[in-house]
């Protein structure tokens, strides 16, 4: 019988889903007792089972790319695809906060004074902290832009010293962000408008602690020499990723600390 060439390979059988769906939901069932105690052991070690998976299901899909060469050119169209539709999923998730914040603002509750903010809540100065993360974030995302095209000139010394300077200033927006947690007067637990805010913000900052660790970890790639100028699918993804942060930001930005004042 002649054989033909595919375009595509039949992944092999692998536990890391299932485990990986079972810790996360365990994550944060367990969660729910930090509420009320400041240490669990439970969810400190559904965290560690989920970093140890984490890195053995990213371990194989770098064997399968890197070393195995199943990621051609046609399935890496359908890997960019995949990625386009999770990130129109990750901006109706956000959708959804800013619509739930424009909603209460422009008609607050009686329960609120019919005033937004509410009374006794002083909101932070948007020309601050805000400020100064939406241009580190801005930088950033230049950076990454720059790392970008000194490695489709083949150029590993500038792309490496960009991706390292992306990292260093996501790592001091994180930084600055929680100082901006620790001074501000309000909590999650005043009003919507609170809720809203850490919920927004709070989510946020989860996504670029993923996209910090998306791009350390292209990073020990490029140093290991894993990329090259026609077969960088990784680093490309996680700068798609990083630009979609950024755009967040932006509207987070606008609506939650300008708008806001």
């Keep these: 019988m002649m054989k033909f060439n595919q375009p595509y390979f039949i992944l092999n059988l692998s536990p890391w889903p299932i485990l990986m769906s079972l ?3 365990n ?3 367990s969660n729910i007792m930090i509420m009320n105690f400041k240490f669990n052991l439970i969810s400190m070690l559904n965290l560690m089972l989920i970093i140890l998976i984490s890195t053995m299901w990213w371990r194989d899909i770098i064997r399968e790319s890197t070393f195995q060469g199943n990621h051609n050119f046609y399935i890496m169209n359908l890997i960019k695809f995949s990625m386009i539709l999770f990130i129109i999923f990750e901006m109706f998730l956000f959708i959804s906060f800013f619509w739930n914040f424009i909603h209460n603002s422009l008609s607050p509750s009686i329960e609120l004074g019919l005033n937004w903010p509410p009374k006794n809540i002083n909101f932070f100065n948007p020309l601050l902290i805000p400020l100064l993360n939406t241009i580190i974030l801005l930088t950033s995302s230049f950076t990454v832009t720059i790392a970008h095209l000194y ?17 260093i200033l996501s790592i001091y927006f994180l930084i600055l962000q929680m100082l901006e947690y620790n001074q501000a007067t309000f909590t999650f637990s005043d009003s919507i408008f609170g809720s809203s805010f850490y919920m927004a913000t709070g ?4 996504h670029v602690m993923i996209g910090t660790i998306f ?11 894993h990329f090259s100028f026609i077969h960088h699918i990784s680093f490309e993804l996680a700068a ?6 950024d755009i967040i930001w932006l509207f987070l930005y606008m609506t939650f600390y300008w708008w806001n004042n």
Excluded: D, Q
């Design 215 to 225: 791009l350390m970890i292209n990073l020990m790639r490029m140093i290991k020499m």
């Design 23 to 25: 810790n996360t939901f």
């Design 27 to 29: 994550l944060l069932i």
């Design 240 to 245: 798609w990723y990083w630009h979609f942060i």
């Design 203 to 206: 989510f946020h900052g989860l």
């Design 151 to 167: 490695l489709l000139n083949n150029s590993k010394k500038k792309t490496v010293m960009f991706m390292n300077l992306t990292i």
